[in-house]
Nanobody
């Protein structure tokens, strides 16, 4: 049974930083890509960042490119999201996600491509 557990959310002032972590258990972590999504009450769940199983390939939403960095440590079964220069519009519940199997490049941005999800961690950025 795959389980994803996020941590690291919280309240931060605009311009500040947070680092989210997600620990995965239940199957060979290093074999699967990982992603971070975020959701607010008035929007669908949107892709934030993606990282390939090896870490060599990444993707970022335009709104976070340059400010956020996704990384992974396969030895620790963990994926991270370093968020810098946070803005109030970054306020959301952040979820880590893992696909069922190999993914095509065109599938990265769709939440339907991911089978397993964490419970989410709240990030609130005050102005």
């Amino acid at each position: 049974q795959v389980q994803l557990v996020e941590s690291g959310g919280g309240l931060v002032q605009a311009g500040g930083s947070l680092r989210l972590s997600c620990v995965a258990t239940g199957r060979a972590f290093s074999s699967y890509a990982m992603a971070w999504f975020r959701q607010t009450p008035w929007k669908e769940r949107d892709i934030v960042a993606f990282i390939s199983w090896s870490g060599d390939g990444t993707y970022y939403a335009d709104s976070v490119r340059v400010r956020f960095t996704i990384s992974r440590d396969n030895a620790k079964n963990s994926v991270y999201l370093q968020m810098n220069s946070l803005k109030p519009e970054d306020t959301a519940v952040y979820y880590c996600a893992q696909p069922l199997g190999p993914m095509g490049v065109m599938s990265v941005r769709s939440e339907k491509s991911y089978e397993y999800w964490g419970q989410g961690t709240q990030v609130t950025v005050s102005s």
